[in-house]
């Protein structure tokens, strides 16, 4: 059987064969009645556009490179479920690349995805280094972060509002009576580690506390576990302690729960940062400081939509606040209900 081409689909269907390939252009112009009447056509003759072929012609792939460093975090699914569909809803194919936050394997996969010849690239939670954003930029595709931030004007990136989120986290533990507070740290290296931490601090310096113990979890459940044995097997363990993110927190409250045999929150209160939707689980009810992923997601696509359409448009950054969400895991102030 010979190939069906548009030129078949317009003869049969009526139509310009312009007309067929705005049908299949994402975006593209064409009255509802012809695309139904053309799609209608193409299916009944098997036709397919050349995805391809057209690539060539417009020296646009309409690939998008979404690059994570890893989906243990219940956070990242979610989000990464939601650009997926986004992007697929203006007509991108998504390529899903995972890298670590060592240099040498973000490399690697910048490289394959140069070889892609992808439109842009999402890289959620990965450092880039100065020399693959010089690349990327050389070769006209354009980078946003996702939930990172780094300082080069050249990178748009989307975060939570992570300081502020962090002094809100210390507010509520300050006005519930702890005095002896901890800090679970996630990696050093990522700029949502580093503003968390640096709000909570704040908020804790203003009210005349300060951190009592200090542990480094790197964002990892199993590290988080090791970090929270060492942080309360000691005398006078904190009465309260702020984990970086709810990945991790929840790791805190199982080890402190059924391995130490520690009361939450009656013997020590736990907050966290994110709000996935096992925080809202029973088992968990955990008090955490929500990251609007919605908005989080529509704020990048926003972005990368408007470098595609101008490159010259500046890089931006732009910073979501997010609410703190109160539940059961930590004690409340005074007066106060969940």
Same mark, same amino acid.
């Given at each position: 059987?010979?190939?069906i081409?548009?030129?078949?689909?317009a003869?049969?269907?009526?139509?310009?064969?312009s007309?067929?390939?705005?049908?299949?252009?994402?975006?593209?112009?064409?009255?509802?009645?012809?695309?139904?009447?053309?799609?209608?056509?193409?299916?009944?003759?098997?036709?397919?556009?050349?995805?391809?072929? !057209?690539?060539?012609?417009?020296? !646009?792939? !309409?690939i998008?490179?979404?690059?994570v460093? *890893?989906?243990?975090? &219940?956070? *990242?699914?979610?989000?990464?479920?939601?650009?997926?569909?986004?992007? &697929?809803?203006?007509?991108?194919?998504?390529?899903v690349?995972?890298a670590?936050?060592?240099?040498?394997?973000?490399?690697?996969?910048?490289?394959?995805?140069?070889?892609?010849?992808?439109?842009?690239?999402?890289?959620?939670?990965?450092?880039?280094?100065?020399?693959l954003?010089?690349?990327?930029?050389? +070769?006209?595709?354009p980078?946003?972060?996702?939930? !990172?931030?780094?300082?080069?004007?050249?990178?748009?990136?989307?975060?939570s509002?992570?300081?502020?989120?962090?002094r809100?986290?210390?507010?509520?533990?300050?006005?519930?009576?702890?005095?002896?507070?901890? *800090?679970?740290?996630?990696?050093?290296?990522?700029?949502?580690?580093?503003?968390?931490?640096?709000?909570?601090?704040?908020?804790?310096?203003?009210?005349?506390v300060?951190?009592?113990?200090?542990?480094?979890?790197?964002?990892?459940?199993?590290? +988080?576990?090791?970090?929270?044995?060492?942080?309360?097997?000691?005398?006078?363990?904190?009465?309260a302690?702020?984990?970086?993110?709810?990945?991790?927190?929840?790791?805190?409250?199982?080890?402190?729960?059924?391995?130490?045999?520690?009361?939450?929150?009656?013997?020590?209160?736990?907050?966290?940062?994110?709000d996935?939707?096992?925080?809202?689980?029973?088992? *968990?009810?955990?008090?955490?400081?929500? &990251?609007?992923?919605?908005?989080?997601?529509?704020?990048?696509?926003?972005?990368?939509?408007?470098?595609?359409?101008?490159?010259?448009t500046?890089?931006?950054?732009?910073?979501?606040?997010?609410?703190?969400?109160?539940?059961?895991s930590?004690?409340?102030?005074?007066?106060?209900?969940?």
């Amino acid at each position: 059987m010979s190939k069906i081409t548009s030129l078949d689909v317009a003869e049969k269907a009526g139509v310009s064969r312009s007309a067929v390939s705005r049908v299949f252009t994402p975006g593209a112009s064409v009255s509802k009645a012809t695309a139904e009447k053309v799609r209608e056509v193409a299916r009944e003759l098997g036709y397919r556009p050349n995805v391809l072929a !057209r690539s060539l012609i417009t020296g !646009r792939s !309409r690939i998008i490179g979404l690059v994570v460093a *890893y989906l243990q975090n &219940q956070f *990242y699914p979610e989000a990464i479920e939601r650009l997926s569909k986004s992007l &697929q809803e203006r007509g991108y194919h998504v390529l899903v690349f995972m890298a670590g936050n060592d240099e040498a394997a973000t490399q690697t996969v910048i490289d394959e995805l140069l070889d892609y010849q992808v439109d842009g690239i999402v890289i959620a939670s990965v450092g880039i280094s100065n020399d693959l954003t010089r690349r990327c930029e050389d +070769a006209g595709i354009p980078i946003v972060l996702f939930n !990172r931030d780094q300082f080069d004007d050249r990178l748009s990136s989307v975060t939570s509002d992570n300081m502020a989120g962090g002094r809100k986290l210390a507010d509520f533990l300050v006005a519930g009576g702890h005095e002896r507070i901890g *800090y679970i740290a996630g990696w050093e290296g990522a700029s949502t580690q580093i503003d968390r931490e640096a709000g909570f601090k704040g908020g804790l310096m203003a009210a005349g506390v300060r951190i009592v113990a200090r542990e480094v979890a790197n964002f990892d459940f199993d590290m +988080a576990k090791q970090a929270t044995r060492r942080m309360f097997d000691r005398d006078a363990p904190p009465d309260a302690v702020f984990v970086a993110n709810d990945h991790m927190a929840f790791a805190t409250m199982d080890t402190l729960r059924f391995e130490m045999g520690i009361d939450v929150p009656g013997d020590v209160s736990v907050v966290g940062y994110d709000d996935v939707q096992l925080a809202a689980w029973p088992s *968990y009810d955990l008090t955490t400081v929500r &990251q609007r992923a919605n908005a989080m997601v529509a704020e990048t696509i926003t972005l990368l939509m408007t470098r595609l359409d101008d490159a010259a448009t500046p890089a931006k950054r732009i910073c979501i606040d997010g609410p703190l969400i109160i539940r059961g895991s930590a004690r409340l102030p005074k007066g106060q209900t969940p």
